[in-house]
């Protein structure tokens, strides 16, 4: 039982998952990494650590504070699409998270909420396309789809 309240606990959960984060992107990234992106993912593994101790300190005094499933699946999310935007692209990964996300918290799922939803996220890509690619002529990762 006590292996269970240490895994829910939210702060364990984030710090897992910053280390997780970190660790996957410096072992992901073919290149050789530069100053800036070393920075950040040391900064995010130290993060990470510092989270998990005070998790675990707090537990000492029996103060957990729980996660539910819901705030689970919204962090793996954030962690996740980073890494898909490669296979997929940025754009269509990036509609997915927004859409799964706002699916999420929806307080009603019917068919009409999910729709606007959809159209939602829909907009939102498409501004983020006019942005960074039409505006600002950055080139984002366009995935195995090759659409944008």
Do not use: H, W
Not at 83 to 90: D, E, H, N, R, S
Not at 122 to 134: D, H, P, R, S
């Amino acid at each position: 039982m006590e292996k269970k309240k240490k895994i829910l606990d939210k702060e364990f959960i984030v710090g897992a998952l910053a280390i997780a984060f970190s660790l996957g992107f410096v072992l992901l990234d073919k290149k050789s990494l530069g100053l800036y992106p070393i920075t950040v993912f040391s900064l995010f593994t130290v993060l990470g650590l510092i989270s998990i101790l005070t998790s675990l300190k707090r537990q000492e005094s029996n103060a957990i504070a729980k996660t539910n499933l819901k705030e689970i699946i919204l962090l793996l999310l954030l962690f996740i699409n980073p890494l898909v935007a490669k296979t997929i692209g940025f754009y269509i990964s990036g509609f997915v998270e927004i859409f799964l996300i706002s699916v999420l918290i929806l307080p009603e799922k019917n068919k009409k909420s999910i729709f606007k939803a959809a159209v939602f996220c829909l907009i939102a890509v498409v501004i983020a396309y006019l942005i960074f690619t039409v505006s600002l002529r950055i080139r984002c990762p366009k995935g195995i789809f090759n659409l944008f």
